[in-house]
C-alpha cells in the first residue's frame, strides 16, 4: 500500500466587489476591447477596503472543510501560498489558524508569487507523504489589487483578488496513477528572469512597492516553460496527456492557456477557464479554477488533473493529480 495526499475537499472566496473591464476607460487610456482580445479578461474581483489575505483565505478554508464535512481541530497543518500577505510577520497561515479556531498543528505561508500554488501543493504532499501530516488546508489567497499602480494601463487591468482552498487527506492507496490523490510534481525557478515581473518594494526598501512586469517577455517564456513542466510531471507520473481529463492552468492570459493546451496537444474543451470572471489572481487562481470547474460540474471524482503555473522569478511548476 501506498500513502497518498487526496483531494477531500475545496472551497473559495471572491470578494463582493466586481469591477468590469469598462470601469478602467473612466481613468485609463484602455477600452474593454484591448482588455478582452490580449487577455480575456472582462472583469476581476477587488477586496473591500479592510478586507485581507487572511479573511479571504479563511472563507474560502472554511468552505473547503465544510465540504469534506472536517473540523479545523483534525487538520494537523495550513500551507498558504501568497504574495500579499496581511503583514510583515506573522504568517498569513497563522491568521487562519487562528480565524478558524485550530489550536493546534502548524502553518506557514509559501511564496513563489503565480506559481505559490504548486509550491504548496508540492510541499503540503511532502508533508503528507512522509507522515508528518495527515490533515493538510492548501491555500492560495491574493489581494493584488493592493499592489497595483493604477496609472499603469499594461498592469492594473489583468490582475484580481480572490481565494480558494483544498483540503487534503492522507490515504492508503494501491499506488497506481488510477488511485486518487497527488501523483507528481514539478517545481522549477530561475533567479536570471527576476526583472521580468516583481514588486520595487518591500520590507527592506522600507516601501509596499507597485508591480512591474514586461508583459511580452513573461509571455514568451510562460507557453514553452508551463508545456515543458506539465509534460514533466506527466512523465513522473508514467502518464500522457492522453490520460489527461482536464488541464487547470494558472489563470493570467486566455492566450497563454490556449498556447499550452495546443503545444500539449489537448483541446480548450480539457481547459477549465475562469480568467474572464477572476483576472489574474496569482496563487489563488489555480485553487479558485478548481473549486469552480468542481462546482460547473466540469471536475469529477477520479478524473486526471494537470495544474500549471508560472509567475515572477520567475518560478513555475506543474502539479498531475487523480481528483
Ligand atoms: C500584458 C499583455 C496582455 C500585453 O499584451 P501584448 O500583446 O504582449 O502587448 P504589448 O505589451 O506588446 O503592448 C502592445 C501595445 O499595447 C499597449 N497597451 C498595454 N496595455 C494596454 C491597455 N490596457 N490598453 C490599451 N493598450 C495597452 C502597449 O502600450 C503597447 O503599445 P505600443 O505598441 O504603442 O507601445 C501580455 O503581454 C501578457 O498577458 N503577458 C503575460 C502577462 C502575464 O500573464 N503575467 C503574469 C504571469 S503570472
Not at 55 to 61: G, P
Not at 288 to 303: F, M, P, T
Amino acid at each position: 500500500m501506498t500513502r497518498r495526499a487526496v483531494v477531500i475537499g475545496t472551497g473559495h472566496y471572491l470578494p463582493e466587489r466586481v469591477v468590469e473591464n469598462a470601469e478602467f476607460e473612466k481613468t485609463l487610456d484602455t477600452t474593454d476591447e484591448w482588455i478582452r482580445s490580449r487577455s480575456g479578461i472582462e472583469r476581476r474581483h477587488f477586496a473591500a477596503e479592510g478586507e485581507t489575505t487572511s479573511d479571504m483565505a479563511a472563507a474560502a478554508a472554511k468552505a473547503a472543510l465544510a465540504e469534506a464535512g472536517m473540523e479545523a481541530e483534525s487538520v494537523d497543518a495550513i500551507v498558504l501560498a501568497t504574495s500579499t500577505a496581511d503583514l510583515t510577520f506573522p504568517s498569513a497561515a497563522t491568521m487562519v489558524q487562528s480565524k478558524l479556531g485550530m489550536t493546534r498543528g502548524f502553518a506557514f505561508d509559501v511564496q513563489a508569487v503565480c506559481a505559490g500554488f504548486a509550491y504548496a501543493l508540492a510541499n503540503a504532499n511532502a508533508l503528507i507523504l512522509s507522515g508528518q501530516a495527515d490533515r493538510v488546508l492548501v491555500i492560495g489567497a491574493e489581494t493584488f489589487s493592493r499592489i497595483m499602480d493604477w496609472t499603469d494601463r499594461s498592469t492594473c487591468v489583468l490582475f484580481g483578488d480572490g481565494a480558494g482552498a483544498l483540503l487534503l487527506e492522507a490515504q492508503e492507496s494501491a499506488g497506481t496513477s488510477d488511485d486518487r490523490g497527488i501523483l507528481a510534481t514539478d517545481l522549477n525557478s530561475d533567479g536570471r528572469y527576476k526583472d521580468l515581473l516583481y514588486v520595487d518594494g518591500g520590507v527592506s526598501t522600507q516601501n509596499t512597492g507597485h508591480l512591474r512586469m514586461q508583459g511580452n517577455q513573461v509571455f514568451r517564456h510562460a507557453v514553452e516553460k508551463l508545456a515543458k513542466t506539465a509534460n514533466t510531471a506527466l512523465e513522473r507520473a508514467n502518464l500522457t496527456t492522453a490520460d489527461v481529463d482536464w488541464i487547470v492552468p494558472h489563470q493570467a492570459n486566455i492566450r497563454i492557456i490556449q498556447g499550452t493546451a495546443k503545444k500539449m496537444g489537448l483541446s480548450m474543451d480539457n481547459v477549465v477557464v475562469t480568467v474572464q470572471d477572476h483576472g489574474n489572481t496569482s496563487a489563488a487562481s489555480i485553487p479558485l479554477a478548481l473549486s469552480v470547474g468542481k462546482s460547473r460540474g466540469q471536475i469529477k471524482e477520479g478524473d486526471l488533473i494537470v495544474t500549471e503555473a508560472i509567475g515572477g522569478g520567475l518560478a513555475w511548476g506543474a502539479v498531475v493529480l487523480r481528483w
